[in-house]
């Protein structure tokens, strides 16, 4: 359960308010929109994939962008409220255990994405060793989705926690893409050690 600190944080929180005031479902709406702005990650008309897509904030953001020629796929394991933005098709799928990638595929009927972003986190246990390891397998994991996912030339936007496996991952990315960059938003919170691992033009 929240504490009382958290929720009085919660109340403070510019970014949810912000969030609540233009129609998102969370503040992770402004993490990837401050990327774009300074990445230009995606256009009018690029076809997403959106892991750890729950509630859909970040997934609102991007089909706001991608316009109605557009489309952005939400995957989470929890089910999602119907979206108003036709442009968002919600997949309930767990990345760890289920073949997101064959399910996603059905929906692309042989296209391929412009642009892979996971902002999935496991169910923090507040031992950080656990939570780091945790997360670096959902981090993996939203890279392999993308490899057989992203076209060449797409990019991606992966989170993570800081850890030794971090690092290599960094250098996988930097063999796969252009330009691979390290992440931390604004809109992340003070307390919080996650980052994004950004790659940019998709080599193979």
């Known amino acids: 359960m929240p504490t009382n600190r958290w929720l009085q944080e919660a109340r403070k929180d510019h970014y949810r308010r912000r969030a609540r005031e233009e129609g998102y479902r969370s503040r992770a709406a402004y993490k990837f929109l401050e990327a774009q702005r300074k990445y230009r990650l995606v256009k009018r008309g690029d076809i997403i994939v959106d892991l750890g897509a729950w509630p859909g904030g970040i997934s609102q953001a991007l089909a706001r962008i991608v316009g109605s020629e557009g489309l952005v796929i939400a995957v989470d394991r929890r089910k999602f409220k119907k979206f108003d933005e036709r442009n968002i ?116």
């Open 89 to 204: 098709i919600t997949l309930q799928l767990d990345i760890l255990e289920d073949d997101v990638v064959s399910e996603i595929k059905k929906i692309l009927d042989g296209k391929l994405a412009d642009f892979l972003v996971s902002d999935a986190s496991p169910s923090f246990s507040g031992i950080r060793d656990v939570d780091v390891l945790r997360q670096i397998e959902l981090t993996e994991r939203s890279h392999e989705i993308a490899k057989e996912l992203v076209k060449r030339g797409g990019s991606v936007m992966l989170k993570a926690l800081e850890c030794g496996e971090l690092r290599e991952l960094e250098r996988e990315l930097k063999r796969e893409f252009k330009i691979v960059k390290r992440f931390i938003p604004k809109a992340t919170r003070k307390s919080s050690s996650e980052l994004y691992l950004i790659g940019i033009g998709k080599l193979v």
